[in-house]
């Protein structure tokens, strides 16, 4: 990793709330742009990687998040918004970019932890907004954070790269920041619910 300085996640989580409380119950079984996943499974995984990306900046044991729409709470609405304020408040704290962290089980440095928190966060919001029809506007400033991560982590850990993203999808050169990191990630960023 190249860059260790600490990143706050407050408007990413902002935006993604904004998203959150913006979905109709209809709108649940809609598709997203994760394979098989739909938009309560979404929402289910959004509320477990905020909790668990929590507890790593908090050093506290925890579990792989889920996507299962059978599992999403019933306040989701209220308490994703709540749990992504909670994780934003954990990697404010500088201590948190220091060390290691253990995400999901797995021993990282912390400053690499924070950038899969502002990543998952980041990207996943996307996913949410397309699928539902909702403006997203992220902060430039993190889809460049995300960009440099995504980039670190496909040549330090192509397998992991590989077996967390789908394939790269290309972009024009001169695509939009938020188009060049879809695109790193496995996304087309002209996906559509139709598509």
């Not at 990687?49 to 900046?57: D, H, K, S």
């Not at 889920?66 to 304020?85: G, K, Q, V, Y």
């Not at 970019?97 to 932890?113: D, H, K, Q, S």
């Amino acid at each position: 990793m190249t860059t260790t300085t600490p990143l706050d996640l407050s408007s990413s989580v902002a935006e993604v709330a904004r998203v959150v409380t913006a979905v109709a119950d209809d709108q649940l079984t809609a598709p997203t742009p994760c394979a098989d996943t739909s938009v309560a499974a979404l929402l289910d995984h959004l509320h477990g990687l905020a909790v668990g990306l929590r507890l790593a900046a908090e050093r506290k044991p925890t579990g792989a998040p889920s996507a299962s729409a059978d599992a999403l709470p019933a306040d989701w609405r209220t308490r994703i918004p709540r749990e992504l304020d909670e994780l934003a408040d954990a990697w404010r704290d500088p201590a948190a970019w220091e060390g290691t962290a253990e995400p999901g089980g797995i021993a990282l440095p912390a400053a690499w932890a924070g950038r899969v928190a502002l990543n998952e966060v980041l990207v996943h919001g996307w996913d949410l907004a397309v699928a539902t029809g909702r403006p997203y506007a992220p902060d430039p400033a993190a889809v460049r954070a995300c960009i440099a991560y995504g980039r670190e982590f496909a040549a330090a850990v192509p397998q992991g790269r590989d077996s967390i993203y789908g394939p790269e999808v290309p972009v024009p050169a001169d695509a939009p920041e938020l188009d060049q990191l879809l695109g790193l990630t496995g996304r087309d960023p002209a996906w559509t619910p139709s598509t």
